[in-house]
């Protein structure tokens, strides 16, 4: 049904709409927050807030790549005046999943989300603390940007609270398939560490040695049992080391950090050296020594040495390995280093463990020879490839575009070129036994590796490379962001032809950022108007802008017969001094550009998400129903026809009153 404020007097059309706003409501409010303080010691406070979050919906993080969603931020009023922060605020475990429209990884909350932040009071007459959170929530068709304010009363008598790991650190799990994801990796990293020069000889050795030293079978599968179980202690004591060391918090923010992806780029090339044989990375002889003399002692603590010393001798194998799955565990902070570890470990000692169980298995080992080195070297050119990733993430945040996405493609592409070579016997390194031919594995894994090559090259011209998003820089951050040769981003129009507050947006569409503009240039061009609520990091904007609006039907009506507003409801921007307000609908101080188009999109349309569509005529009176996320294109284009269809009724409808109806000049 059409409401036009033309024919209906303003109070009726309020009544009318709060009446039915029960009904069908669009100001949406996902998130439910609530506070409390803790005191912890003389002081020092812990200020929380929990969020409650509605089902099917999100709350994205503290932490998101530049450029990508707006992440939830926290601000204390008063700052340093009576009190001061504590370290940062703290958060309870998110999920992190790769987003598709960003080509990144982002990290958001499902159903709660618990965040903490301590507070040392300087000032023994503070009473009241005010924060204020600004945050966006999304669902599968729309986002939100919102704000909200609480005051904290300080209670000097209060109780100091225990200090609960689960409520000050990470407060709440979320949801524990990252960390799922982290053991799968490590098993199978565990059982590509076995495949090595260093470990698997070992295992027929150490099985032998059980089974013929026990005084009986079960005794041998008993020690061989505890050997493993060694194994895995060993490696779970040293993921427990390095988050005792730098904390459950702190691993994922240090991941983050532009000179730890510095240094680890170093890291990972010199790993990879050595797996290509220029050098071998070993902890001192002496250790070794010294852990094999333990190791004759017998019984079960001899066997714990054996295990000892099975790490020490294989470092230099398992090393770069065991490093790397350590950073990638701490990018997921919290026990992810215990869990990466477990998962490494047990790979590594389940074979002691059952071909102790059962020796005749051994008989179906290959032997040792050349190819433990082949995997060695393949797991070299894997760890430099991996380097250049963590070398992209310190470009990404410095914004250097020093490692631009067509130079990262083509050191991938160089890698795993050398790497087919290779494997088709073209180039030796240190340590390669003479090559007489090439074993079937050995060549399917060089087509493998040969494919994978060629699927690279077209990412080069802009193919979005699926298979590895969120390995190379986004599309946007490279030197021709819609690909080589195309003439999307480069903009040959000139610039002067736009209209005055107008610019080019996707697609090259003109756009207008300014309502009052826009609406004028549409009543001088007398074409509707399409209002779209829009923000810099919606991503089911992004969706609707790269596979809604591209199809030719929808962008053809788009550039000719509707004129763009985007309001950019994220827009940070501060808005002039004496323009800045306090809104009626929602209390708020209106003190951004984004702020602002927010609150002209509640006030006039009592909706808060993003995307929103409105289709306008020149007086600004809705021609159809508005409507938000609409990944089908077909409707989307039925929708835009039948706004413009009711536009031009409008004016054929106006055009004949005019010819019919007399003068009152005449």
């Known amino acids: 049904m059409h409401i036009s404020l033309g024919h209906f007097k303003k109070g009726l059309f309020l009544f009318c709409l709060l009446f039915t706003m029960g009904a069908s409501a669009q100001i949406q409010d996902p998130v439910k927050w609530t506070s409390e303080v803790k005191k912890v010691s003389e002081n020092e406070y812990d200020l929380i807030f929990e969020a409650s979050i509605q089902n099917k919906w999100h709350l994205y993080s503290q932490t998101q790549p530049e450029g990508a969603v707006n992440s939830t931020v926290f601000t204390f009023e008063d700052q340093n005046t009576g009190y001061e922060l504590v370290n940062e605020t703290r958060e309870s475990e998110s999920i992190t999943e790769f987003d598709k429209v960003f080509e990144t990884d982002l990290s958001y909350f499902l159903d709660e989300a618990t965040f903490s932040q301590r507070v040392r009071v300087t000032d023994t007459t503070l009473s009241t603390i005010i924060a ?13 940007f919102d704000s909200k304010k609480f005051t904290f009363q300080l209670k000097e008598d209060a109780t100091p609270a225990k200090l609960d790991p ?13 960390f799922w994801g982290i053991f799968i990796i490590a098993f199978l ?20 040695f059980f089974t013929k030293q026990s005084k009986s079978r079960a005794a041998g599968i008993r020690n061989a049992i505890f050997y493993g179980i060694s194994i895995v202690v060993i ?57 094999d003399s333990k190791a004759d002692r017998g019984g079960l603590i001899g066997i714990f040495f054996m295990a000892l010393a099975l790490a020490i001798v294989s470092f230099s194998c398992t ?15 919290g026990i992810a280093p215990i869990i990466g570890m477990l998962g490494f470990s047990l790979a590594i000692a389940l074979p002691f463990a059952l071909f102790a169980a059962f020796p005749g ?26 380097a250049f990733k963590f070398l992209s993430n310190a470009d990404l945040v410095l914004q250097l575009h020093f490692l631009e996405r067509e130079v990262f493609l083509a050191i991938w592409i160089a890698i795993f070129a050398v790497l087919a070579m290779y494997l088709f016997g073209k180039i030796r390194l240190p340590h390669d036994s003479p090559l007489e031919y090439i074993s079937v594995g050995r060549l399917l894994l060089g087509i493998i590796v040969l494919t994978f090559t060629i699927y690279l090259i077209p990412g080069l011209w802009g193919a979005p490379l699926k298979i590895i ?7 946007q951050y490279s030197e021709s962001p819609d690909g080589l040769g195309s003439s999307g981003g480069l903009n040959t129009n000139v610039n002067s032809n736009l209209p005055e507050g107008a610019d080019y947006g996707p697609h090259d569409l003109v756009s207008f950022h300014d309502y009052e503009q826009g609406m004028a240039y549409a009543e001088k061009q007398n074409l509707p108007v399409l209002l779209d609520f829009t923000g810099h990091a919606c991503v089911n904007c992004r969706k609707m802008e790269e596979r809604v609006w591209s199809e030719d039907e929808v962008l053809n009506l788009l550039q000719n017969d509707i004129v763009l507003i985007s309001l950019y409801v994220d827009d940070q921007r501060d808005l002039p001094e004496n323009e800045q307000y306090v809104s009626e609908a929602t209390g708020k101080e209106i003190e951004t550009i984004g702020n602002k188009w927010s609150d002209f999109q509640i006030t006039n349309y009592k909706a808060n998400a993003q995307p ?33 269809h009711n536009f031009n009724n409008d004016n054929e409808s106006l055009d004949t009153f005019n010819k019919n109806s007399p003068s009152i000049f005449q």
């Open 469 to 475: 998003s969120g390995f190379p820089p986004p599309l």
């Open 361 to 386: 298995w051994m008989n179906s080992l290959p032997k040792s020879g050349g190819w433990l080195n082949t995997v060695k070297v393949v797991l070299g050119f894997l760890e430099l490839a991996l």
């Open 132 to 144: 204020k959170i600004e945050y966006q929530a999304c669902d599968d068709e729309a986002c939100i």
């Open 235 to 291: 490696y779970v004591f040293l993921g427990s080391l390095v988050t005792l060391i730098f904390g459950a918090d702190s691993l994922n923010a240090l991941s983050t950090n532009m000179w730890f992806n510095l240094i680890f780029f170093i890291l990972l090339v010199v790993f990879a050296m050595s797996f290509m044989g220029a050098f071998e990375i070993v902890l001192p002889s002496s250790w070794g020594t010294r852990i």
């Open 612 to 644: 929103y569509y409105v289709l306008l005529d020149n007086a600004g009176n809705k021609l159809n129903d508005p409507i938000a996320y609409e990944p089908d294109a077909n409707k989307y284009l039925q929708w835009l026809q039948d706004g413009i």
């Open 189 to 208: 990293s565990g059982f590509a560490a076995l495949l090595t020069p260093c470990v698997f000889p070992m295992i027929p050795m150490t099985v032998s």
């Open 319 to 333: 090393g770069p390995i065991v490093g790397t799955l350590l950073v990638e565990a701490a990018s997921k902070g």
């Open 166 to 178: 689960e409520e000050t650190g990470n407060l709440k799990t979320e949801d524990q398939r990252s």
